[in-house]
């Protein structure tokens, strides 16, 4: 099983990246993260979510767990 991690600036870039990532991946993570300005958060998530075609985990990680939240 592959799992790619989207780790884009921007919810268009996120949008992108799923794309091209859901043509190898057997799952996605999206890293919100490495998101910025995602003040309206679910308006992000339904936007990036509308276009999956593989199963996708969504993470916030923490800087003591290595992420820039």
């Known amino acids: 099983m592959i799992c790619i ?3 884009a600036g921007s919810i268009d870039d996120v949008i992108s990246e799923m ?3 859901s043509g190898y991946a057997d799952i996605i ?15 992000c998530l339904e936007k990036a979510l509308s276009i999956k075609t593989r199963p996708v985990i969504v993470t916030n990680r ?3 767990e290595g992420g820039k939240f």
């Open 5 to 7: 991690p989207i780790t």
């Open 62 to 64: 923490s800087k003591g």
């Open 19 to 21: 794309s091209l990532a």
């Open 29 to 43: 993570e999206l890293r919100l993260d490495y998101i910025s300005g995602i003040e309206n958060a679910g308006a």
